[in-house]
């Protein structure tokens, strides 16, 4: 398996933009989970899907965020609009359920300029 | 609600030297454990967890860990460790219940240098 897969692996983006973040999850996975990471305030979870169905999305920072899934092989997390203060690695990790080993991409830079 | 605590937020050892990284976690009920490893500009990566049995844990690249029920405690430890294993580790907790996942700790930098 290709493992989790996560695109782009850089967006430099400009205050105001939109920007999405995709995600293809370890097939047969039935959690999907995103994180976001900065120096400051270390590893975040954001939101979380079991079955394409969000769980909790209690760390989503405020509406300019959003998530979907819309089939069991994909995701989107999108910002609109970006503010600087987003910048920050994103992570996407997928896992056989929400309590199993959970398996994590490579991550996206985000720098909101 | 579960909580989890790294004692350290960094932790500079030499090579070949013994390293223990500090974990302890807090929850009245029954918890699965896990250490993450993150080399830097990568991903988080499992090194072991533990979910039931014996309360020693043997993971990857010579790390090991003990659960200590009483001590409410999980820490990691290596007997040598290699410059390689520079990286950011991070213990997390779980419930194994529906509607719970991961709690991640702080991350513990390590640091091995010559």
């Known amino acids: 398996d290709a493992g989790v897969i996560q695109s782009p692996r850089h967006e430099v983006t400009e205050m105001g933009q939109e920007v999405t973040l995709r995600c293809k999850p370890i097939s047969g996975h039935n959690s999907l989970f995103w994180y976001r990471q900065t120096m400051m305030r270390g590893l975040e979870l954001l939101i979380y899907?079991?079955?394409?169905?969000?769980?909790?999305d209690s760390g989503m920072p405020e509406d300019r965020f959003s998530a979907k899934m819309p089939n069991a092989s994909f995701s989107t997390l999108k910002i609109q609009p970006s503010e600087p203060r987003d910048s920050a690695v994103y992570f996407c990790?997928?896992?056989?359920?929400?309590?199993?080993?959970?398996?994590f991409g490579p991550g996206t830079r985000l720098t909101v300029l | 609600a579960q909580s989890v605590t790294q004692l350290d937020s960094q932790v500079p050892v030499f090579e070949e030297a013994p390293v223990e990284l500090r974990c302890n976690y807090s929850?009245?009920?029954?918890?699965?454990l896990f250490w993450y490893v993150q080399y830097p500009n990568q991903g988080l990566q499992l090194l072991l967890k533990?979910?039931?049995?014996?309360?020693l844990v043997k993971g990857i690249n010579g790390f090991e860990a003990e659960f200590n029920k009483s001590q409410t405690s999980f820490h990691l430890r290596k007997p040598s460790v290699h410059i390689s294993d520079t990286a950011e580790y991070f213990c997390a907790v779980t419930l194994n219940q529906a509607g719970t996942a991961l709690i991640f700790g702080k991350g513990t930098t390590l640091s091995v240098s010559s």
């Open positions: 929850s009245s009920v029954s918890v699965y």
């Open positions: 533990y979910l039931s049995g014996s309360t």
């Open positions: 899907f079991n079955n394409n169905v969000p769980i909790d």
């Open positions: 990790a997928s896992s056989f359920t929400e309590a199993d080993t959970q398996y």
